[in-house]
């Protein structure tokens, strides 16, 4: 079972937050059927891609979880809020149906075409997963957890001041990625460095204003907890393959 949900995630992921562009996401949470569609779709061609089933009673599945990822973003696009708290229960639904899938069809992974094969893919998959859902997921919910927070002058999210246009993105995608990439080498100690890097790149910034340092260390924190988290949960669904 836990190979199936391996793989699961990984479609998850990959369709989510490595294959979903901006546009497309703002597109969905207008509710156009469209873009709700076409995002189905991705997912869709991604389970059948990844878990390659020889059944038909597994592609049937495997087509009712994409029906399912629809009928999750369709209700989201209908709630009149969309902060943090919405896309943490979108996201806990579509994980609760990865799950439910697994624990009722166990063998999906066994019964793929790529399962002789391919022995080590699950594990490999699933950490591929964890460092997409701690980068790209985090960057999301980083932004959603600043929304309202930011002090005059700075924008919500994760960028602030006048740097490079979507500087502060991409700062948030390199240290949630290192932060996986470190832990999973054994070296979380070395996160310490990155946190000082880091205070010494927006001291700048911050030091003339408390209402700039806490907007900082509010989101450096949340966007390295985030990232901790997850590796955490990556590393021990790896462990378990």
Do not use: C
């Not at 490595?18 to 569609?37: I, N, T």
């Not at 959603?144 to 602030?160: D, I, K």
């Not at 700062?171 to 070395?190: H, K, N, T």
Request: glycine fraction near 10%.
């Amino acid at each position: 079972m836990i190979e199936s949900f391996a793989l699961l995630l990984a479609a998850h992921a990959l369709g989510d937050f490595l294959l979903q562009s901006d546009a497309m996401a703002a597109r969905k949470a207008e509710g156009r059927p469209g873009a709700l569609l076409a995002h189905a779709g991705i997912h869709l061609a991604l389970l059948l891609a990844l878990l390659a089933p020889t059944e038909p009673r597994a592609a049937l599945a495997l087509l009712a979880l994409a029906l399912a990822h629809l009928a999750i973003d369709a209700g989201k696009a209908l709630l009149p809020r969309r902060g943090l708290t919405a896309f943490l229960v979108d996201q806990a639904l579509h994980l609760a149906s990865l799950a439910l899938l697994a624990q009722l069809m166990p063998g999906l992974w066994e019964a793929s075409l790529w399962a002789p094969y391919l022995a080590e893919a699950p594990r490999l998959l699933a950490l591929g997963a964890g460092f997409l859902i701690a980068a790209r997921a985090g960057s999301f919910a980083v932004a959603l957890l600043m929304e309202g927070l930011a002090p005059g002058g700075l924008p919500a999210g994760e960028e602030s001041g006048s740097g490079l246009p979507r500087g502060g993105a991409a700062i948030g995608y390199l240290e949630r990625g290192l932060i996986f990439v470190l832990m999973l080498a054994g070296q979380p100690g070395s996160i310490g460095f990155l946190i000082a890097a880091k205070s010494i790149l927006r001291f700048g910034t911050v030091s003339e204003s408390r209402a700039a340092s806490e907007y900082v260390i509010i989101g450096t924190l949340a966007s390295f907890g985030w990232a901790i988290a997850v590796t955490f949960a990556a590393q021990a669904l790896a462990a378990r393959l």
